[in-house]
């Protein structure tokens, strides 16, 4: 998590003004591009929840992060826009999305159920720490240029993927527990092993329950608001800070510094919706964020945006953790990852949106003060959203209790 976002999303924003220094781009330009890959990572998303679901996430993993890995190499070799669309959309959006957020959600929301919201919380702190990478790509784009930056990261991507995949476990059934680390009688052999158990899924949705219910669509909708906002910010972070007068390497710190900065809502946030209603708290978050968004659309220097980036910090990092665990809180484990799917096909909306509205405002008016002012209404949007999204009401269903796994 801490690659997808320290690389994959702030630390992307380092190449934006070399890119267009040397190829001549616009911001607009390359923000189509960024979002033209969360447009194919939004179609897949359902065929990747699937797989998730059906295979593990182990294997996708082993997939994803060496693809996104080669797509860096084949970054510091392109020549021209084609080849940076089909190496950053194909490969590096690809492998993100086939190796990242998908198959890790998924394997934390099948293995804890009562404390739900604080291992999401410490999973999602990975993202923060993800803010150090940041500067790190910053600097070596400035010191070594892009190509080498990029040659470097690629590298270091396809050498830690297989390490990450091997650690990663579906379901606790498959190796004789159940959520939590609970351990059933009679789960050990005769020489002491664990041995697959039956898994209770029976109350469970499937995905085709749960995009029959209006909460599943109330709570994506909010969340591609809530998206609208963090791609359209999030990417341009890095040039935002450039215009307000900071140095390259500054401009990459403070993008960097966004994640750190998060950690306390990702997992503090997170872990209060283990005791107080988790809608409650996306919907407090989201205000915050929209005031902090009017600040920032109003400073006029690097000095001035700082107290207010730790509030935006903050309350951004609990609104991206909370709804991954709600959803599993209100339509479980069984279809979780095929459900996350289709919600990111929606999610993606904002997600392409917003570079491009950041980009297209920022060329037309030489400035971003305009698409910030309108990322606070959507942040407002999302959060009468949250509102509407109440418990589903529980499938009614007879049938097996249950059904055997195997280890993965």
Same mark, same amino acid.
């Given at each position: 998590?801490s690659?997808a976002?320290?690389?994959?999303?702030?630390?992307?924003?380092?190449?934006?003004?070399?890119?267009?220094?040397?190829?001549?781009?616009?911001?607009?330009?390359? %923000?189509v591009?960024?979002?033209?890959? $969360?447009?194919?990572?939004?179609?897949?998303?359902?065929?990747?929840g699937?797989?998730v679901?059906?295979?593990?996430?182990?294997?996708?993993?082993?997939?994803?992060?060496?693809?996104?890995? /080669?797509?860096?190499?084949g970054?510091?070799?392109?020549?021209?826009?084609?080849a940076?669309?089909?190496?950053?959309?194909?490969?590096?959006?690809?492998?993100?999305?086939? #190796?990242?957020?998908?198959?890790?959600?998924?394997?934390?929301?099948?293995?804890?159920n009562?404390?739900?919201? /604080?291992?999401?919380?410490?999973?999602?702190?990975?993202v923060?720490l993800?803010?150090?990478?940041?500067?790190? @790509?910053?600097?070596?784009?400035?010191?070594?240029?892009?190509?080498?930056?990029?040659l470097?990261?690629? +590298?270091?991507?396809? +050498?830690?993927g297989?390490?990450?995949?091997?650690?990663?476990?579906?379901?606790?059934?498959?190796?004789?527990?159940?959520?939590?680390?609970i351990?059933p009688?009679?789960?050990?052999?005769?020489? #002491?092993?664990?041995?697959?158990?039956?898994?209770? /899924?029976?109350n469970?949705?499937?995905?085709?329950?749960?995009?029959?219910?209006?909460?599943?669509?109330?709570?994506?909708?909010?969340?591609?608001?809530?998206?609208?906002?963090? &791609?359209?910010?999030?990417?341009?972070?890095?040039?935002?800070?450039?215009?307000?007068?900071?140095?390259?390497?500054? !401009?990459?710190?403070?993008?960097?510094?966004?994640?750190?900065?998060?950690?306390?809502?990702?997992?503090?946030?997170?872990?209060?919706?283990?005791?107080?209603?988790k809608?409650?708290?996306?919907?407090?978050?989201?205000? +915050?964020?929209? @005031?902090?968004?009017?600040f920032? !659309?109003?400073?006029?220097?690097v000095?001035?945006?700082?107290?207010?980036?730790?509030?935006f910090?903050?309350?951004?990092?609990?609104?991206?953790?909370?709804?991954? %665990?709600?959803?599993?809180?209100?339509?479980?484990?069984?279809?979780y990852?095929t459900?996350?799917?289709? $919600? %990111?096909?929606?999610?993606?909306?904002?997600?392409?949106a917003?570079?491009?509205?950041?980009?297209?405002?920022?060329?037309?008016? #030489?400035?971003y003060?305009n698409?910030?002012?309108?990322?606070?209404?959507?942040?407002?949007?999302?959060?009468?959203? +949250?509102?509407? !999204?109440?418990?589903?009401?529980?499938?009614?269903?007879? #049938?097996?209790? &249950?059904?055997?796994l195997?280890?993965?």
């Open positions: 998590m690659i976002s320290g690389i994959n999303f702030h630390g992307f924003g380092n190449f934006i003004i070399p890119l267009g220094r040397e190829f001549g781009w616009s911001r607009t330009t390359i %923000s591009i960024f979002s033209a890959a $969360r447009l194919e990572s939004g179609l897949l998303g359902p065929i990747e699937w797989a679901d059906k295979f593990g996430p182990r294997r996708l993993i082993l997939v994803g992060i060496p693809l996104m890995g /080669l797509g860096y190499i970054l510091s070799f392109i020549n021209g826009l084609l940076f669309f089909f190496v950053y959309v194909f490969m590096i959006a690809l492998g993100n999305s086939l #190796g990242m957020s998908t198959p890790i959600t998924a394997a934390a929301a099948n293995w804890f009562r404390r739900r919201g /604080l291992a999401f919380g410490i999973m999602w702190s990975g923060g993800g803010g150090l990478f940041v500067p790190a @790509v910053g600097w070596l784009v400035e010191t070594y240029g892009w190509r080498t930056a990029a470097v990261i690629g +590298v270091f991507i396809t +050498v830690i297989p390490p990450v995949a091997s650690v990663m476990r579906h379901r606790p059934e498959q190796y004789g527990y159940y959520p939590d680390g351990e009688e009679g789960a050990r052999d005769s020489q #002491g092993r664990t041995r697959p158990i039956r898994a209770d /899924l029976s469970d949705f499937t995905a085709r329950e749960a995009l029959r219910t209006s909460s599943f669509w109330y709570l994506t909708l909010s969340i591609m608001a809530r998206s609208l906002v963090s &791609g359209g910010i999030g990417l341009h972070l890095v040039p935002f800070f450039v215009d307000l007068g900071a140095s390259n390497v500054t !401009a990459a710190a403070l993008a960097g510094s966004v994640g750190l900065m998060s950690i306390p809502g990702r997992f503090g946030l997170s872990a209060l919706g283990d005791y107080v209603n809608r409650y708290v996306m919907a407090a978050s989201l205000a +915050v964020m929209s @005031v902090s968004i009017v920032m !659309a109003r400073a006029e220097n000095t001035a945006v700082i107290p207010v980036l730790i509030v910090s903050a309350s951004q990092g609990g609104i991206s953790v909370i709804p991954q %665990s709600l959803i599993a809180d209100y339509f479980g484990r069984r279809a990852a459900i996350q799917g289709f $919600r %990111s096909s929606i999610q993606m909306l904002g997600i392409i917003g570079p491009i509205i950041s980009g297209y405002i920022f060329d037309t008016t #030489g400035s003060t698409a910030f002012l309108g990322f606070s209404v959507a942040a407002l949007l999302s959060m009468a959203l +949250v509102f509407m !999204a109440r418990p589903p009401q529980k499938p009614a269903r007879r #049938g097996r209790p &249950g059904f055997p195997s280890r993965e």
